[in-house]
């Protein structure tokens, strides 16, 4: 068989031509003839096809529209030649290139229709995924050495550790936020005094984890998912289970302690710098002793908001993990999935731990915590 196909042109006496294809007509090979074809002027009676070694229905076409431009008949087909030329000359000609738009009532029904789906599909999919997880901390239970220690440190030093910085300065910033804005309308009725209660309240039981678990989410829990993301495009995750090493062991329970764990110290921490933050500002501009404002903070502030805190935090750190995680090991395809798939982790963290926050805060009312 020919590698390219070619044509050639003899004209009759009467001027009108015969064009003889040879060679395979097939879609690797017609883009070397079509725009000599195309620049054939004058009629063209025949087109002779004896000598085509192969043909696809791009082949089929190409002749067809030859034919059908000038008028020719065509001839020395093959019987698989002449039912690919029938199926292409049945088709309609013109076609409109983009589909009717459906109405806009029918499109906005369907993207809902779709999402509901979608998110039925993933629903299950995150139990399987959390089913796994058990699975796989029982079988640790019995086989204590499978355990990870060294993968929970490094883990624990890039969650927490290495956050110190950026979460210390956004929580001071946010302290100095509540305390300046707080006096400002608390001023208005001479209580200037009780910024520091709804500093020290607010920053315990709300602010201060609140606002870690969105920088933890959009910090690691981005991380893990274009981690985990990545290993799976690579077939790093494949190679895993082929020696029998478990990824949900060795990739996302290390991650997903690490991130409970400093979840609970960084929103400790965060709240204390935010108390730094107010009673900063508090100094400055309410002329409030700093050690005054930081010893009424013990009093002004019950434990049980402390204790608040402290218990949405590895909640919260749990949720952002497992999103990170989850949304990493269901990459496939190809590397923009992976953007994909981070983007969802972040969006979903983040919209999942302020619903909890909601949540948290009727319930600690309702037990007479609020």
Request: net charge negative.
């Amino acid at each position: 068989m020919r590698e390219w196909s070619d044509f050639t042109t003899t004209t009759g006496p009467d001027g009108e031509q015969d064009v003889a294809l040879s060679g395979p007509l097939v879609v690797a090979s017609v883009a070397r003839i079509d725009p000599g074809l195309r620049a054939i002027e004058g009629r063209i009676a025949r087109i002779d096809l004896s000598q085509v070694s192969a043909i696809d229905t791009v082949g089929a076409w190409l002749a067809f529209r030859l034919a059908n431009r000038h008028g020719a008949t065509i001839t020395g087909a093959s019987v698989e030649a002449r039912r690919l030329i029938a199926a292409v000359g049945a088709c309609p000609e013109e076609t409109d290139i983009t589909p009717p738009r459906a109405p806009l009532v029918r499109r906005v029904l369907d993207s809902i229709g779709d999402y509901v789906t979608a998110s039925g599909a993933g629903s299950i999919a995150f139990l399987g995924f959390i089913g796994q997880m058990i699975l796989a901390v029982c079988s640790m239970i019995r086989h204590p050495s499978r355990f990870r220690g060294k993968a929970l440190v490094h883990q624990m030093e890039l969650v927490g550790v290495s956050a110190l910085g950026i979460i210390g300065l956004m929580s001071f910033l946010v302290g100095v936020v509540i305390a300046q804005q707080g006096a400002v309308q608390l001023k208005q009725f001479g209580a200037e005094i009780y910024t520091i209660n709804l500093t020290g309240r607010l920053s315990f039981r709300e602010l201060g984890v609140l606002m870690t678990a969105i920088m933890v989410a959009g910090r690691s829990g981005s991380a893990f998912a274009a981690q985990l993301g990545t290993m799976k495009l690579t077939e790093e995750v494949d190679a895993m289970r082929t020696i029998g090493v478990s990824p949900i062991e060795a990739l996302v329970i290390p991650r997903v302690l690490a991130c409970t764990f400093m979840m609970i110290l960084l929103g400790f921490y965060a709240s204390l710098a935010a108390i730094v933050g107010g009673a900063t500002i508090s100094t400055l501009t309410l002329d409030i002793p700093f050690m005054t404002f930081l010893s009424r903070i013990q009093e002004v502030v019950p434990l049980h908001d402390l204790w608040v805190g402290l218990i949405k935090a590895p909640v919260f750190g749990a949720i952002v993990a497992l999103s990170g995680c989850y949304q990493g090991m269901q990459v496939e395809g190809n590397s923009e999935e992976v953007g994909t798939r981070t983007t969802t982790a972040v969006v979903q963290a983040i919209f999942a731990v302020i619903v909890l926050d909601a949540f948290f805060a009727v319930f600690f009312s309702e037990v007479g915590w609020g």
